[in-house]
């Protein structure tokens, strides 16, 4: 299936390679300009960014930017990683080095040899491993677990972390002298929320991609959908806007996507935020009860008993604002609370989700 004509005000790309695509705007032309930069080096590179902001994207754009093109790009998420087995993914381990090692295992430095090893979350690493890592990065060598002999490696070494690292090795997490070993040159991605002119850009290549995966012709955004994109925070960055766009592709009849399909946080974001206090409002007269209110309750956070207690709180708010159209008085008069309390409750929830 060919891909739609997009209605958009946006730029076009300045690259689109396979599934990524690098538009035309502020943030992407510096992003790009320090990618063409290092990429022909064979400097280290730190990459940080807030979760799903786009990080292993660029790691993967540096490797096909690179001399490395062609050769092995492998990516490691050290946050998966458990303690006992972060050093056999890693490094590989011979057959009967440790209970259960039944068979040799070639880990991923090796099977990066030549290529680029991208080091998602490093900031995981146990300090035992860090210290391996290290010797790699020094000697440019590296042994399996329990294998006796040293094995040449020619990797490029990219790393990813959405604390920044010094402040890592400040609280002793992280270790001094691997951090100015990596730290040869480093790519701030700023959060989706700072980047509004890339959010319709992203997001018509994400309804493009999922037009494609789901055989639909989904062409456009209703104008209500583009203000909420824009105005909404994307806690989850790119991750987050192309699992909305997937649904709503989804859920949409039509060739426009409209605010109904999107979920019921994102489109009543705006309506949701009581982050101000309340300006003296106007008595209304709303019914006392809110026994008849059916929707299914969602649950959020039920952790801990606070978080349990906060989300079914929330609940029973959101279910009085839905039924009174958003308006905070009639919510609080509904629920028997004063407006104050209702908005400190709503800020209290938010920033525990925040947390
Ligand atoms: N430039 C881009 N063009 C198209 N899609 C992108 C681009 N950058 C990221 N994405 C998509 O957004 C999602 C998140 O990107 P990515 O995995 O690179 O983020 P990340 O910062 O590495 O996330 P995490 O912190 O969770 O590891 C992925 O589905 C990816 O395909
Ligand atoms: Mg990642």
Redesign the pocket.
Known sequence: MSAPALSTGVKPPLVQSG????GDTPTFRQILQQIDLVAPTNYSVI?Y?????????????IHKRSKRKGKPFVAI?CGALSKELAGSELFGHEKGSFTGALNQKIGSFELANSGTIFL??VANLSYDIQVSLLRVVQERKMRRVGGTKDIELDVRIII?S?EKLWDATRKGKFREDLYHRFNEFSID?PPLRQRPDDIML?AN??LQQTNAELGKYVTRYSAEVESIFKSYVWYG???E??NVIKRATLLTDGEQVEASSLPFEISHFNKLQFDKQPEPAAVHTVPNTIDDLTETPRTISETTLKGASIDAEYEMILRALKKVNFNKSKAAKLLNIDRKTLYNKMKQYQEFNNQ
Do not use: C
Request: charged letters at 30%.
């Open positions: 599934e990524y695509i690098f990459i960014g807030e979760s799903g902001s786009g990080k292993e994207a660029i790691a993967q754009e998420d998602d979350e990813a959405n991605v992203f290549h994400f960055n790119l991750r806007l192309k």
